[in-house]
């Protein structure tokens, strides 16, 4: 008996304004407190790194990162719900870590919602630490939640 894998071909494709319509309907598909498109406007005049992981024509997901001294702040990171729990995570967490270091980072940072446990394994499962956390960062439905603050030593 043999079995039948289904192989899809992705690749990066950098964010663009054009994109935003599509980015934005992704995001709100995905949390309960998305980004806005100004946000991700923002972030593209700041000249962050923004990359879109797509499939042939269908987006799989993205990130933002923004460089600093030494380091990268990952902003943003988001697959696609319907293309969740497939691998596409990790794939977008190595495009961060691939330019981080041709960056000369020595480290990669971001902040998880205390609820996203599910981002939480993910993340732990790279190689990410906790190593901090702030009260009352994310915006929530009854008021504000508090972030895990993690790292990533390259």
Not at 51 to 60: V, Y
């Amino acid at each position: 008996m043999s079995a039948v894998f289904k192989t899809i071909e992705a690749g990066f494709e950098p964010m663009t304004e054009a994109r935003l319509d599509e980015v934005v309907a992704i995001e709100r598909r995905a949390y309960d407190h998305p980004w806005t498109r100004g946000n991700f406007s923002d972030s593209l005049r700041s000249g962050y790194r923004a990359q879109l992981l797509c499939a042939g024509e269908t987006t799989l997901g993205y990130f933002v990162a923004m460089q600093g001294v030494d380091e990268v702040h990952l902003l943003n990171i988001t697959v696609d719900v319907p293309y969740q729990g497939q691998g596409w995570g990790r794939i977008l967490l190595d495009a961060v870590a691939l330019w981080a270091r041709s960056e000369n980072a020595h480290w990669v940072w971001l902040e998880v919602r205390t609820s996203n446990t599910r981002a939480q394994d993910v993340y732990e499962r790279y190689g990410y630490r906790r190593v901090g956390e702030r009260k009352n960062y994310y915006p929530a439905a009854q008021g504000r939640e508090d972030a895990i603050v993690m790292s990533y030593k390259l």
